[in-house]
């Protein structure tokens, strides 16, 4: 059916596919179930987050016509901040870093943000690229006029995520057993927790790491090449644990998870993505048959093929 013409690209946002793997699941382990957040206008689902955050704001007032948003980013947060700012008419500044792909970077300024860079260590995510982050936002933050979404510690962020797990449990019909999602702010796993059990779900809801930085398993950090995970520390949605287990997954696997993805059942996702399917696949292999995993496929690869991913 041809749904009616939206009168916004933001309309776009949400009511994303879900998709069942077929080829790269195991005989006898559960159904994989990928919610495919790569159909949202920047192709990821932080575009959710981003009209919450600015949408929020505006209801508050915190946000008004004439006014300046910032941010730092790893890159999908910004290009959707940049998208939802275009459509409503803000100037955004953003502060990004050479330790994420050149695609995001040059979707920002394609959307009209203005990009500063900050250097990474070996185009490594780390800590201490963080403190750099918060350190030039926080100056940002305090000139006049300016609004910083600051999407680590922003409740309206978990408003927008909340919606991929009412639209779980209605393509589920409630049949869901595991959720599990990678924490890099944290909020989409809170969000979608917190949609579930408001649903009367009893999934239970796994969060996922890099075991090169493993702050939820064993409460420390470490350098990695994931993008928009594992921060370097517990963020402000997690500490009071929204979530019935953690795990640690390791980055190669994550990084084959990707390229097997896309390969066997032509599913092109990220490496954050791919740390997800392959847990969500181990969770599967525990249930067994007549149970159901679902995770998140929170972009499409298409942001990742100037990189070494795909190139294996």
Known sequence: MITRTADSVLKAIGRTPLIRLRR???????DVLVK?????????YKDRMALAMIEGAEARGALRPGMRVVEFTGGSTGSSLAMVCAAKGYRLLLLSSDAFSQEKLRTMEALGAELRIVPSEGGK???ALFERFRKEIAALAAEPDTFWTDQFHNDDA???YAAIGRELLEQTEGRLDVFCGAVGTGGMLAGVGRALREGGSPARIVALEPSSSPALTQGRAGAHRIEGIGTGGVPPHMTDRPYDEARAIDEQAARD????LAREEGLLVGTSSGLNIAAGIELAREL?????VATVAVDTGLKYLAGDLFSA
Not at 24 to 30: D, K, L, N, S, Y
Not at 36 to 44: C, Y
Not at 257 to 260: E, N, S, V
Not at 288 to 292: A, M, R, S
């Open 288 to 292: 067994g048959p007549g149970k159901t």
């Open 158 to 160: 978990l408003n927008g």
């Open 24 to 30: 790269i699941v195991p005989p006898g382990a559960a």
């Open 257 to 260: 998870m990707a390229r097997r």
């Open 36 to 44: 495919f957040e790569g159909a949202n206008p920047t192709g990821s």
């Open 125 to 127: 995510v780390s800590p």
